[in-house]
């Protein structure tokens, strides 16, 4: 006989295999889930280690008891009702129970129960199978928090926007009123004058219709003046839809007619055809008129600011270009931080390009500084072009 050892023989008996191979996949199981086995009625008859050791429980405390010894009670009625209407006739039921251990602590199990049927086809017996969950119910309550904090802050962000963008407004309607009370005088004399005349009986009765048809075309000239300036500095909800660049320009043009004139300056309006942008009309006007104040203050007398819009691709470029002297490289990086300004002190409020960066980026779009076709500077609101029925996300 050999001294050296023989190697165990193989099991010629085929149920010898199976068995060996139905306890791994059991050592398997229970290193891996809760299983639980009860009777038709739901009480437990047999339990796995794993189950003992997630619940806190020894098998003489859960053998002969239902699982209301684990039952969390933060679950309905109605979530149990569905699950033995399921699995009583006979089908398998899926889902996530919250447990509750025996020191009084919770955990989550994904559950499925699996019903075995008699000769009859009923069943006579259930497995289930539970698969502990806790960490991950508790990463996506973490998840679902941060989510609702990260929402808490976007308002935030959101009433503060709306509140810097009202303030810009306010300090442009200042920068504004010099023009408008300049346009407004205009009129307002001849209205005067008219109504002085009609008073006082001085006008001939064939000219009298001519008189009154100056005082209607003065006061309806005031009249849109200031509903043109109230529009502008009234605050309104935001909003998202098809914005065209000609009824942007439209409304600037209105809004700062006044400051031009008084300036003595003019706007050009660049031929396009450039699509609609998908945008806040409110908001995209306000940072216009924002773009074009600073490209007044930029220009020289008589000096020119131009409005274009144009098309690349999926985005609209609004541009304001102006014949001033420019950005001067070393600064350009900084136009747009906060209170950072160019002017002298107590003329602005140093936000108003940050404002319209904001207000870019909101709607998806980018800001860009260049030169204008007169050597002045031109800034570009690069904005997402409207695509029917798809607002922004």
């Known amino acids: 006989m050999s001294d050296q050892q023989s190697p165990p023989m193989a099991c ?3 149920n010898c295999e199976v068995a060996a191979r139905l306890r791994d996949l059991q050592r398997a199981l229970d290193e891996a889930c809760v299983v639980v086995w009860t009777d038709a009625a739901g009480v437990i008859t047999e339990v796995n ?3 003992c050791r997630l619940s806190g429980y020894g098998r003489d405390e859960l053998i002969g008891r239902t699982h209301a010894q684990v039952n969390s009670g933060l679950h309905p009625k109605a979530l149990f009702q569905d699950m033995w209407g399921t699995i009583s006739g006979g089908k398998v039921w899926r889902g996530e129970l919250c447990n509750r251990r025996k020191d009084g602590s919770l955990y989550w199990t994904h559950t499925v129960i699996v019903p075995f049927l008699d000769a009859a086809g009923r069943p006579d017996r259930y497995l289930a199978i539970r698969r502990d969950i806790t960490e991950r119910k508790r990463a996506e309550d973490e998840l679902a ?3 609702r904090r990260l929402e808490d802050v976007n308002d935030q962000l959101a009433g503060e926007q709306a509140r810097l963008i009202q303030a810009e407004k306010l300090s442009s309607v200042a920068l504004l009123a010099g023009g408008v009370a300049h346009e407004i005088n205009n009129p307002l004399g001849g209205v005067m004058a008219c109504v002085h005349a009609l008073r006082h009986d001085k006008v001939p009765e064939g000219r009298r219709a001519t008189y009154f048809d100056t005082v209607v075309d003065g006061l309806e000239r005031i009249r849109s003046i200031v509903s043109a300036l109230t529009r502008y500095a009234q605050p309104a909800p935001p909003s998202s839809g ?12 209105e809004v700062i007619g006044p400051t031009v004139k008084q300036r003595r300056l003019s706007v050009l309006r660049q031929p396009g055809d450039a699509p609609p942008v998908d945008g806040d009309h409110g908001q995209l006007v306000h940072a216009l008129v924002s773009v074009t104040l600073n490209a007044l203050d930029a220009s020289p007398a008589r000096g020119t600011v131009s409005f274009e819009a144009v098309a690349d691709g999926d985005l609209v470029g609004l541009r304001v270009s102006d ?3 420019g950005i001067a490289a070393d600064i350009v990086d900084r136009v747009c931080d906060p209170f950072f300004s160019t002017k002298a002190e107590g003329e602005g409020t140093g936000l108003g390009l940050s404002v319209v960066l904001g207000v870019v980026r909101a709607h998806g779009g980018r800001l860009q500084f260049g030169h204008g076709p007169g050597g002045g500077a031109a800034v570009t609101l690069w904005l997402p072009a409207w695509r029917s029925g798809a607002g922004r996300g």
């Not at 660049?245 to 439209?250: E, I, K, Q, R, V």
């Open 12 to 14: 010629a008996d085929p």
């Open 49 to 51: 280690d794993h189950f």
């Open 242 to 253: 098809a914005v065209y660049p000609s009824d942007l320009f439209d409304e600037v043009l």
């Open 145 to 147: 928090r941060a989510v």
């Open 323 to 325: 014949q001033g002297p």
